[in-house]
């Protein structure tokens, strides 16, 4: 991979788990190793390409470490570089996103798993569902390695394979084309993870239930992969990887105002059944800045905590509608505190929760919190998925206006606003979202590390409010 390397090199040993195509049983590999590794003692950080929140949740129940994104698209090659850089663990774990090739190309940003193995110079493990294949996984295997030689191909390992049947024709299939089997799984349905329309069950939601599935699994990685050759792989990462290609840099730093020092405020974050998707990495860029970060729930908290600014994101309140709406002494307080000028961001299910009412599909109406014009309502199909480059459409909370942001989109419900239209932003010439004043709300999710300068401003939007609330003080520190 050509480009220029800003000299800093990436220490810690790394390995990456790719498959065909998705459904092969990476995840199930990853999550598995992870904990089997975490088992023997070592500090093990798991990574996630692509904008997944679900798996990166799983991941920290696997580790005791929160799952982090890679994703190049989103946060840009330096951001992804800057992630494995200084990194405290024995050794870092990425799961793949789709098929080892697979990814958003719109000519500039190739993302896919393959990119950012020989971005970070992550050898790649193959899992293969070898299910109803003997000698043509080898074939497969074959083709993973031969279609892009400068990705570190270093093996494969065989899922729900029985190796019973015809396992001389298989190893002798993979011997002649020169590709180790790491090891197999044998198929074990009590290992597979629950489900819903947006991926996962979010993992906080089964509790124990994780834990003990953890555990099996690192029983069953030892028991059937060879982990201490797959040790020696990643420990052959090379350290001088980081050549970082002439794609996107990384947005720029801009100043959000020119007023005096700034004095980080005090960020309330929903977090609860409803709302549970956000960047690890996110938070952590709040709190790097300053920020002191507080937790509420909408569903069953009776009013805001005190607070500066509000980050709600995004989640399943489509699956908590009722108990939402329910809830109506805390949304009148949300409602009170947003119109008074809070600084408010709000993602994907935290846009349906700020809207007048959700519509769910049984057709009944949950009145909701009202500060966004308009109507949300869910469907048995998919909206909007995928990759998004979106353009500012005025000066706003996160970014003046025309300022291009990648982020992600993905979700079963539309929005319907009514009154005078204020996007967020222009995504291909359509208005997207809605912002007014020091409210920011859209479907598309952001990770900070593409955009730094949104932390910025959003936070120096904090200030303003909080010493605007505090005439008298001659304190410019954040609300208590």
Known sequence: MSGVSDGLPITVPRITIGAPR??????????????ALRRRGLRVQGYKVGPDYLDTGYQRYATGRLG???????????????????????????????????????????TSTAEV????????????????LDASAAAIALGLRDFDREMPFAGVILNRWNPQRARPAVRDAFARVGIAILGYLPREDSLVLPARHLGLVVADELGEAVRSVMDRLADQIEAYLDVTRILELAGTAPADAGAVPAIRPTAPQQSATA????VAPRIAVAQDEAFAFYYADNLDSLRAAGAELVYFSP???????????????????????????????????????????????????GLLYLCE?????????????????????????????????????????????????????????????RGTPRPAYLINGTPEGYAAGNLFASYV?????????????????????AEER???????????
């Not at 193995?117 to 109803?132: F, R």
């Not at 007023?259 to 700034?262: A, C, E, S, V």
């Open 22 to 35: 998705s459904g092969e049983g990476k995840t199930t590999v990853a999550l598995g190793l992870m904990a």
């Open 470 to 480: 505090s005439p008298s003080s001659t304190d410019t520190g954040p609300v208590s």
């Open 68 to 110: 982090r994104n890679l994703d190049l698209f989103m946060m840009g090659e330096r951001a992804v570089l800057a992630a494995l850089r200084a990194l405290d663990a024995d050794i870092a774990v990425i799961e793949g996103v789709m098929g080892l090739f697979d990814g958003h190309r719109d000519g500039v940003v190739p």
């Open 357 to 417: 009412a959700i519509v769910d599909l049984d057709g009944h109406t949950w009145p909701l919190v009202g500060v966004v014009p308009g109507r949300a309502t869910m469907h048995t199909r998919l909206q909007a998925m995928g990759y998004r480059t979106a353009q500012v459409c005025e000066d706003s909370l996160l970014a003046p206006a025309g300022a291009i942001i990648h982020g992600h989109e993905f979700h079963y419900s539309s929005c319907a606003l």
């Open 259 to 262: 007023r005096g020092p700034f």
């Open 117 to 132: 193995a020989k971005l970070l110079g992550a050898p790649v493990i193959a899992v293969i569902d070898a299910a109803h």
């Open 299 to 349: 569903i069953h908290d009776s009013e805001l905590p005190a607070c500066d600014g509000l980050y709600l994101g995004g989640g399943y309140p489509e699956l908590h509608a009722a108990a939402l709406s329910a809830n109506a002494t805390f949304r009148e307080s949300l409602a009170s505190a947003v119109r008074s000028g809070l600084p408010t961001y709000a993602e994907c299910g």
């Open 445 to 465: 999710h952001l990770h900070f590390a593409g955009y730094p300068a949104a932390v910025e401003r959003w936070l120096h939007r904090c200030r303003s409010y």
